[in-house]
């Protein structure tokens, strides 16, 4: 595969973005399931999706200059952009980062474009695979979100040693 250039979409905001992802995806994605199936169009999808959030965790990385948890800390305000989401931060330290989303934009704009199916498949779910390339030492366990129907969306990042 040939090298991308570098990635410079954040500067619209990564909320604007999706929204223009999912807007293309829809059709290409209904096209798809024609001929292949929903099951096996959503496997593959979340397939690419998950390899693309794994580079872009790397690429986080190189650009914050480092991978510990306080880097990832600082670079939620990429996701927040354009008040996409309301954070409570609940703990922030150098083995543990917690917090709560309250409201989330991205939930709301798949559902008023028809997609929440595809919406856990295209945002929430690049989370792990993002945290990953970032450093694959720090573990997320999220046991609700938003845009499955929770009130609030538990993130709660910790640093695993592997000796």
């Avoid at 954040?10 to 096209?31: C, F, Q, S, T, Y």
């Avoid at 593959?44 to 872009?56: F, G, N, T, W």
């Avoid at 543990?96 to 709301?108: D, G």
């Avoid at 919406?119 to 573990?139: M, Q, T």
């Amino acid at each position: 595969m040939s090298q991308l250039p570098p990635d410079t979409l954040n500067a619209i905001g990564v909320l604007k973005r999706r929204e223009i992802e999912a807007r293309l995806l829809k059709p290409v994605l209904e096209a798809f399931a024609q001929e292949l199936g929903w099951e096996r169009t959503v496997a593959i999808l979340r397939e690419v999706i998950m390899s693309i959030a794994r580079e872009q965790g790397k690429e986080l990385a190189e650009a914050l200059g480092g991978c510990s948890l306080a880097h990832f800390a600082a670079s939620l305000e990429i996701w927040q952009k354009d008040d996409a989401m309301q954070i409570e931060i609940l703990a922030q330290n150098e083995e543990e980062f917690s917090f709560n989303v309250l409201r989330c934009r991205y939930a709301e704009m798949y559902r008023t474009l028809g997609m929440e199916k595809l919406g856990n498949v295209l945002s929430c779910s690049r989370d792990r695979a993002l945290i990953e390339g970032f450093n694959p030492e720090i573990e997320l366990t999220r046991t609700q979100t938003i845009m499955d129907g929770a009130p609030f969306c538990d993130f709660r990042y910790r640093l695993t040693r592997r000796d």
